[in-house]
Every structure is written in structure tokens, then in C-alpha cells.
């Protein structure tokens, strides 16, 4: 199952060419239900985003998918799955965080966590849409840190719409120039590790003021 989930990362292009072959139009509701499932659930971060979306742009442009109808859906998708994410760690915080005797989990924590999303919320919900799990688990944070609900919103649509317009787009303008078409795979694997790179250096930062601390 492992080998076949790298498979599917590493040459989406070919995956996603065969699913229109075979499923036409449909092919927009599974790629809504991947973006949804990818951002909306805290188990499902293993599934493909940014090559989704750089790769579904560059098919476009072949004229096999619509840029601007796979736009305005994975937005709706993205923002829907964070907003369904936000609202499960709302749920699930009002419900382990009851009471100073907590037995689940530390209400200091939560309190700590609330008071970051009131100063930084905006920030790490935006920056978060260009990062690879970390964008799955940051809107359930979110709600368990109870960030106000209108302004989790604002920067949640405003998140959703930069991260897919221009991952589309960019597949779309760029995707089909000769070069980037024949070395796709090697394209994909860098989005993947770019994007990885934040995460990487905040791992070797955290490690290194461990023993400090």
C-alpha cells in the first residue's frame, strides 16, 4: 500500500490522465473529494495537494480539464475541508478540555493555544495552506484553540484561494513548456521537498535549543 501511495505522488500526471480517460467529467468530484479529504480530516495528510494541483493545471492546458472551473471548486474544496477540520477540533476541544481536572488534556494548554491563534492565527492558517501536513493538523488546532469563527473564516478563504489558484495556474501557464513536461516527476519531487523545507528547518531548530532549554 506504501509503494502504491508513492507511486501515486510521484506520477499523479499519469494517474490523472488515465482518471479523465476513464471518468470524463467525474474526474472534478474526485478531485474535490481528494482536496476536501486532504485538508479536512487530521488522518488523511498523506494525500496529494500541491502536485495535485500543479499537475491538474498543467492537464488543463492540454484542454482534457477546465483551469478556471478546477479553480473555483478546489477553493470551495479546500475552504470547506478546513472549515469542517476547524470545526472538529471545536468539538472535540469543548469536549476534552471540560474543567480544570481535565483528565484528556491540560486546559492550560488549550488557554495557551488560544492566546497564539489570537495573535498569530491569521498568519499560520495562510502560511500553512503551502505546507504539506502541516495543513492538515492546523485548522483542527485551531478550533481545539477556539480562534474566533468570522476571523478563522476570513483568512481561511483568503488561504484556500491563493494556495489553489496558484498551484493551478502555475501547472497551467508552465506545466506543458517541453521541459517541465519531460522531467514532471522531477518537478513534483521538488514541489514535495520545497515544501518540506520549512518543516525540516523548524524540526533542526526546535532540536537545537533543546538542550539549552
Known amino acids: ?12 500526471d499519469a494517474h ?5 480517460q476513464q471518468y470524463g467529467l467525474w474526474v472534478y468530484a474526485i478531485l474535490f473529494a481528494i482536496i476536501f479529504s486532504e485538508t479536512g ?8 495537494g500541491d502536485s495535485l494541483l500543479f499537475v491538474a493545471g498543467a492537464i488543463a492546458a492540454t484542454g482534457s480539464l477546465n483551469a478556471h ?15 469542517v477540520n476547524y470545526a472538529i477540533g471545536r468539538w472535540l476541544g469543548k469536549r476534552f478540555f471540560t474543567g480544570s481536572g481535565s483528565r484528556w488534556l491540560n486546559p492550560a494548554h488549550l488557554e495557551r493555544a488560544n492566546a497564539f491563534y489570537e495573535r498569530h492565527g491569521g498568519k ?20 481545539m484553540g477556539e480562534m474566533n469563527a468570522r476571523r478563522y473564516m ?27 513536461r519531460g522531467n514532471l516527476t522531477a518537478i513534483i519531487i521538488g514541489i514535495i521537498v520545497v515544501s518540506l523545507l520549512p518543516l525540516v528547518f523548524a524540526l533542526i531548530k526546535s532540536r537545537a535549543a533543546r538542550p539549552e532549554a
Do not use: K
Not at 1 to 12: E, G, N, S
Not at 41 to 48: D, I, K
Open 1 to 12: 500500500m506504501v509503494a502504491d501511495l508513492i507511486d501515486l505522488v510521484l506520477h499523479f
Open 16 to 20: 490523472l490522465v488515465r482518471m479523465v
Open 41 to 48: 480530516f487530521v488522518v488523511t495528510p498523506f494525500l496529494p
Open 69 to 83: 472551473l478546477l479553480v473555483v471548486l478546489l477553493i470551495a474544496a479546500a475552504v470547506l475541508g478546513n472549515s
Open 124 to 143: 499560520a492558517v495562510v502560511i500553512s495552506r503551502f505546507l504539506p501536513i502541516v495543513r492538515t493538523y492546523v485548522p483542527f488546532v485551531a478550533g
Open 154 to 180: 476570513a483568512y481561511n478563504v483568503a488561504g484556500g484561494v491563493l494556495w489553489v489558484a496558484s498551484l493551478i495556474y502555475a501547472g497551467y501557464f508552465f506545466g506543458n513548456i517541453p521541459w517541465i
